[in-house]
């Protein structure tokens, strides 16, 4: 069944191709998608797992197989998110008639290339849908973006085809060393990596998908790329995927966990400038979409904070918030940015303009507009009640789960302490872009503005509703990631095989860790 979330996209691609309406066929197959989605992930919910995934035989030599199923509760969150933002998105923005193929055909093939990469549970389909969803984000900054798109484009290509080769040599080198390319929970459970291979492997894919994630300092591409694209195309890619890369790094941390581990202090140190030095460069600009780009890319540090928990506990059961941190955080980021990029979109298209010095008092001429950017820019910055806010705290509690207060603190509770002057700057920037759009009198490109139609509010009324339910009952989601007692017990064995290198002061011991849930 889980193919069909793939499917509905590429046979809707195929209807227009043949000629079918492409705004009609993107609508309906987006909406089917998340029908089909919400359906998946109750069914799992509720025990019926056995007869959701497929797996065909590709290749015999070497063995390749197109196996999709919900790996865990990771990969059913990461398929709600996708679903979720990928309907939203088909019913955002607008174009020229003589572009509508290739936008609605871009926005489709993203789509199920998003799913099949969270789905897949074999290496090289995981990597391949991730190219396929890569390659219209290049046509469509290209051929439908503004501004020095043909430069911004090059850019982009350049830095995530650098980043794909990494990534490429560092599965290419994991699957030689584990000797399997199945990602499933049933080969991870037998899979070993040697201890000398590690470190190598480790830092492949903390390079090649950190480039994909934007960690610095290989993030410049992604903020004018983002205000370039298409607004269905910034929604999907900031707020799905991106998540990509974090996903990975998560789903093969278990494999190489000792080789993580020998990079923590580095992994740190970059996603310090992920949240300070890029969180400053968001406070300098001037434009509504520059300023969202480079938040989304300052917001991927805190994820990259949970996961260097993670890295320093070496375990899941060691740390049982850190993983669950980074999983709600990122479904949350992904709705939220989604949200303004798509408002973003509608202010300009009412005023003609975004930027900052130009907008002024369209509180007044819309005020369902404002009100819902409102509530994305609260979401963004953390506000208590909204899905973000959940999963920055379980994030800091995160990063010092372990450590004793009669200890000095460590890597990882040092970057917890300076992350937080990054609400500080969040919450800067955001009142500063609602203040300079919203309050004051109106301005010229305010002056003759409407507010939203039923139409373009409905995305962006269910982006707020899917804040709002998380936010207040985070374990709809949470309940998806109890952790299985068998990865308790294959945790404990690896410890007790390849017992850890010292750590720095402070970090979270190694420790059994009976009830995941606690």
């Given at each position: 069944?889980?193919?069909?979330?793939?499917?509905?996209?590429?046979?809707?691609?195929?209807?227009?191709?043949?000629?079918?309406?492409?705004?009609?066929?993107?609508?309906?197959?987006?909406?089917?998608?998340?029908?089909?989605?919400?359906?998946?992930?109750?069914?799992?919910?509720?025990?019926?797992?056995?007869?959701?995934?497929?797996?065909?035989?590709?290749?015999?030599?070497?063995?390749?197989?197109?196996?999709?199923?919900?790996?865990?509760?990771?990969?059913?969150?990461?398929?709600?998110?996708?679903?979720?933002?990928?309907?939203?998105?088909?019913?955002?923005?607008?174009?020229?008639?003589?572009?509508?193929?290739?936008?609605?055909?871009?926005?489709?093939?993203?789509?199920?290339?998003?799913?099949?990469?969270?789905?897949?549970?074999?290496?090289?389909?995981?990597?391949?849908?991730?190219?396929?969803?890569?390659?219209?984000?290049?046509?469509?900054?290209?051929?439908?973006?503004?501004?020095?798109?043909?430069?911004?484009?090059?850019?982009?290509?350049?830095?995530?085809?650098?980043?794909?080769?990494?990534?490429?040599?560092?599965?290419?080198?994991?699957?030689?060393?584990?000797?399997?390319?199945?990602?499933?929970?049933?080969?991870?459970?037998?899979?070993?990596?040697?201890?000398?291979?590690?470190?190598?492997?480790?830092?492949?894919?903390?390079?090649?998908?950190?480039?994909?994630?934007?960690?610095?300092?290989?993030?410049?591409?992604?903020?004018?790329?983002?205000?370039?694209?298409?607004?269905?195309?910034?929604?999907?890619?900031?707020?799905?995927?991106?998540?990509?890369?974090?996903?990975?790094?998560?789903?093969?941390?278990?494999?190489?966990?000792?080789?993580?581990?020998?990079?923590?202090e580095l992994i740190i140190v970059l996603l310090l400038g992920n949240i300070l030095w890029v969180g400053f460069v968001t406070i300098n600009q001037k434009r509504l979409d520059s300023m969202l780009g480079n938040s989304?890319?300052?917001?991927?540090?805190?994820?990259?904070?949970?996961?260097?928990?993670?890295?320093?506990?070496?375990?899941?059961?060691?740390?049982?918030?850190?993983?669950?941190?980074?999983?709600?955080?990122?479904?949350?980021?992904?709705?939220?940015?989604?949200?303004?990029?798509?408002?973003?979109?509608?202010?300009?298209?009412?005023?003609?303009?975004?930027?900052?010095?130009?907008?002024?008092?369209?509180?007044?001429?819309?005020?369902?507009?404002?009100?819902?950017?409102?509530?994305?820019?609260?979401?963004?910055?953390?506000?208590?009640?909204?899905?973000?806010?959940?999963?920055?705290?379980?994030?800091?509690?995160?990063?010092?789960?372990?450590?004793?207060?009669?200890?000095?603190?460590?890597?990882?509770?040092?970057?917890?302490?300076?992350?937080?002057?990054?609400?500080?700057?969040?919450?800067?920037?955001?009142?500063?872009?609602?203040?300079?759009?919203?309050?004051?009198?109106?301005?010229?490109?305010?002056?003759?503005?409407?507010?939203?139609?039923?139409?373009?509010?409905?995305?962006?009324?269910?982006?707020?509703?899917?804040?709002?339910?998380?936010?207040?009952?985070?374990?709809?989601?949470?309940?998806?990631?109890?952790?299985?007692?068998?990865?308790?017990?294959?945790?404990?064995?690896?410890?007790?095989?390849?017992?850890?290198?010292?750590?720095?002061?402070?970090?979270a011991p190694v420790q059994p860790h009976p009830s995941p849930s606690q």
């Amino acid at each position: 069944m889980t193919l069909a979330l793939i499917l509905l996209p590429l046979f809707a691609v195929i209807a227009i191709l043949m000629g079918a309406n492409p705004r009609a066929a993107a609508r309906n197959a987006t909406g089917m998608m998340l029908f089909a989605g919400l359906g998946l992930a109750a069914l799992w919910a509720l025990g019926t797992r056995t007869f959701l995934g497929v797996d065909f035989l590709v290749l015999s030599k070497p063995e390749i197989h197109l196996a999709l199923n919900f790996f865990d509760g990771m990969s059913v969150i990461m398929m709600l998110l996708s679903v979720i933002v990928a309907y939203a998105a088909a019913r955002t923005g607008d174009c020229e008639d003589r572009h509508a193929k290739l936008w609605n055909i871009s926005l489709l093939l993203i789509a199920a290339g998003a799913v099949g990469a969270f789905l897949s549970t074999d290496l090289f389909f995981f990597y391949a849908f991730h190219e396929l969803a890569l390659i219209p984000t290049f046509l469509t900054i290209g051929i439908l973006g503004r501004g020095d798109r043909k430069e911004i484009a090059w850019k982009v290509t350049i830095y995530l085809a650098f980043g794909s080769i990494i990534l490429l040599a560092g599965l290419l080198w994991l699957i030689a060393a584990s000797g399997t390319p199945d990602l499933s929970f049933e080969s991870l459970l037998k899979c070993t990596v040697p201890v000398a291979a590690q470190r190598g492997i480790a830092l492949f894919l903390l390079i090649g998908f950190g480039t994909l994630v934007s960690l610095f300092p290989f993030h410049s591409w992604a903020a004018p790329a983002y205000a370039s694209a298409p607004a269905p195309i910034s929604m999907l890619h900031a707020g799905v995927l991106k998540k990509f890369g974090l996903y990975g790094l998560l789903r093969l941390h278990p494999l190489v966990p000792i080789g993580m581990a020998s990079w923590l202090e580095l992994i740190i140190v970059l996603l310090l400038g992920n949240i300070l030095w890029v969180g400053f460069v968001t406070i300098n600009q001037k434009r509504l979409d520059s300023m969202l780009g480079n938040s989304s890319v300052m917001h991927m540090g805190y994820i990259f904070l949970a996961i260097a928990a993670l890295i320093a506990a070496q375990s899941e059961s060691a740390n049982p918030i850190a993983k669950p941190a980074a999983i709600l955080l990122m479904f949350g980021h992904g709705v939220t940015i989604a949200m303004l990029f798509g408002l973003a979109d509608r202010i300009e298209r009412l005023t003609g303009t975004l930027e900052l010095r130009d907008l002024g008092g369209l509180a007044k001429q819309a005020p369902k507009l404002a009100f819902l950017f409102g509530l994305a820019a609260m979401a963004s910055i953390g506000l208590p009640g909204l899905a973000n806010f959940a999963g920055e705290v379980m994030v800091f509690i995160a990063g010092f789960k372990g450590w004793e207060p009669d200890t000095p603190p460590g890597w990882v509770q040092i970057a917890t302490i300076l992350s937080l002057w990054g609400l500080v700057i969040s919450a800067v920037y955001m009142l500063r872009a609602f203040r300079h759009i919203f309050q004051g009198p109106t301005v010229e490109f305010t002056r003759n503005a409407s507010d939203l139609s039923a139409r373009d509010r409905s995305p962006a009324v269910l982006l707020a509703a899917v804040l709002l339910i998380v936010g207040l009952f985070p374990n709809i989601l949470l309940q998806f990631l109890e952790q299985p007692e068998a990865v308790v017990a294959r945790e404990q064995a690896h410890i007790t095989q390849h017992p850890r290198p010292p750590q720095p002061a402070g970090s979270a011991p190694v420790q059994p860790h009976p009830s995941p849930s606690q």
